[in-house]
């Protein structure tokens, strides 16, 4: 194969291995592109074309987060990684691995980690590289990565939850939350609800957003089914689809532009978290975005009674 034949084949790997240490669809872009170059200009042929493209791929995100700390800790208001629509690489012996590594919830403990570990994690725990191909891609001893990788699964244990929904029992929730929401119900949506869930949406201060996390059942309940009928009609609609590889929706205002994503977190036969992603700057990927301060006034428009 030439070399564009062997890059183009491996592309979806590297998106991979760049979004997961990143949690940006722009930024992993970017440095699939950035590698495609270096290998381009490279005179020499690599061993192994994917574990040399990987290596530059996972070092260019490496340094890139770097940066990005720096803005996201100074980011307004909750930070969550651009919604993914769909992992361009599989792997049906490591499906489950996969899946998981991509959810909101588990990019979310990734960001806790270094950037080395964080690297570290992907390639060897999501993407089973050896710890020789590990040592290469992140510039330090075989000895070294193993204790970064000690040190990243506890970390991700520790944060990760005791029980976890199989992909059917996540689907029919989702499909009777969706259900619930469209109609209204503010019953139907309790009981699908955990006791303590939470819902938060990440604004970045460019969209309305709300003010802090909205805890409890009965609140976040009683909030939905008053704002989504409100949306409704204003001819706002959303489509079921998966966020992150877990069940959710894409928001879309009357000319079917992109308002937002929502993305559930489903445990124990209910839902935990409710993640909406609303900054403009982090849907441009799926689709051209709508104007969300003019939807959100008219909401608050339809809110008012009719005299």
Wanted: hydrophobic share 45%; charged share 30%; net charge negative.
């Amino acid at each position: 194969m030439s070399r564009t034949e062997e890059f183009q084949e491996l592309r979806p790997l590297l998106f991979s291995i760049a979004y997961r240490i990143l949690g940006s669809v722009s930024e992993a872009e970017d440095a699939v592109q950035e590698t495609w170059l270096r290998f381009e200009a490279s005179p020499t042929e690599p061993r192994s074309t994917k574990a040399y493209l990987s290596a530059v791929v996972t070092r260019i995100s490496i340094d890139v987060l770097r940066s990005a700390r720096v803005r996201r800790e100074e980011y307004v208001g909750p930070w969550f990684p651009e919604p993914l629509l769909a992992d361009p690489y599989e792997d049906p012996a490591r499906s489950a691995e996969l899946a998981d590594s991509v959810s909101m919830a588990a990019l979310l403990l990734l960001e806790r980690l270094s950037p080395l570990e964080r690297a570290v994690f992907v390639l060897r725990e999501v993407f089973d590289f050896g710890f020789p191909e590990v040592a290469s891609a992140v510039g330090r001893s075989e000895a070294a990565c193993r204790q970064l990788a000690v040190r990243a699964r506890r970390h991700m244990a520790a944060g990760r939850p005791r029980f976890e929904a199989d992909r059917t029992e996540r689907e029919e929730l989702a499909t009777r939350f969706f259900d619930a929401l469209r109609e209204g119900d503010v019953a139907g949506l309790r009981d699908l609800l955990a006791a303590d869930v939470s819902m938060v949406g990440d604004g970045g201060g460019k969209a309305p957003q709300l003010a802090r996390a909205i805890i409890g059942d009965e609140k976040v309940a009683r909030l939905l089914a008053s704002v989504f009928p409100l949306m409704a009609r204003i001819d706002v609609t959303f489509e079921p689809h998966e966020v992150n590889g877990q069940s959710g929706a894409i928001f879309r205002d009357r000319d079917g532009k992109v308002l937002h994503t929502l993305a559930l977190d489903v445990l124990d036969g209910q839902i935990q978290t409710i993640r909406m992603v609303i900054n403009p700057d982090k849907l441009g990927h799926v689709g051209p975005v709508a104007d969300a301060w003019a939807i959100d006034r008219e909401v608050r428009q339809a809110r008012r009674p009719t005299e």
